[in-house]
């Protein structure tokens, strides 16, 4: 098998790169930068299952199982911007803090910690609405992609609860 990159993809991947300069770039997808240049020596712009993502930009094969490859195909999207898509749908009752996507779910009784979300740590959380939240199970999908900050701002402020705070909404709810 050849390691040569086909010119067609090199120049995909040089304007993905390009345009990923002009924005910052979150963790994940600095990542997704370095993940795409290991294979480009695989991508073959005249087969059926290659892609230059719409929304990054990024050339990629839409190599994955079902309904994945299909949704990607259909979409005209890489794997992440894919992904993104189907999360995007449940935003309206998610808890959006500083471009992260996260969930709360209440309060556990669990003794077990690692069985809670950030390790069972309590959070005290505003939302925009001024309703406030307490929960020691928040879990984290993931921090949104560029394209999606404008379209879904911060829907809340999450912070540690302090002893006071937390002892106080628990006394508060057995009343």
């Known amino acids: 098998m050849s390691m040569e990159i086909n010119p067609i993809v090199q120049k995909h991947y040089d304007e ?24 480009l020596w695989l991508m073959d712009p005249e087969a059926d299952n290659y892609i230059v993502c719409e929304c ?3 050339p990629c094969t839409a190599r994955y199982c079902e309904p994945h490859k299909q949704q ?12 993104w898509a189907e999360r995007e ?7 959006l803090f500083q471009g992260t996507v996260f969930s709360s779910l209440g309060i556990s ?25 307490f ?16 379209k879904h701002p911060d829907n809340c402020v999450m912070e540690g609860a302090t002893k006071q705070e937390w002892d106080d909404y628990l006394t508060k709810e057995d009343k």
């Open 89 to 95: 749908s449940g935003f309206s009752k998610k808890l």
């Open 135 to 150: 929960s020691n199970n928040v879990w984290c999908a993931g921090e949104m992609p560029w394209y999606l900050r404008e």
């Open 72 to 83: 990607m195909m259909s979409r005209n999207l890489c794997f992440g911007c894919n992904l």
């Open 56 to 58: 990054c930009g990024e």
């Open 16 to 39: 993905f790169v390009a345009a990923s300069e002009k924005r910052p770039l979150s963790v994940t997808e600095k990542h997704a930068v370095k993940f795409a240049v290991n294979n």
């Open 109 to 133: 009784n669990s003794r077990d910690t690692n069985l809670l979300g950030h390790g069972g740590r309590k959070f005290k959380i505003t939302k925009s609405d001024g309703e406030v939240i």
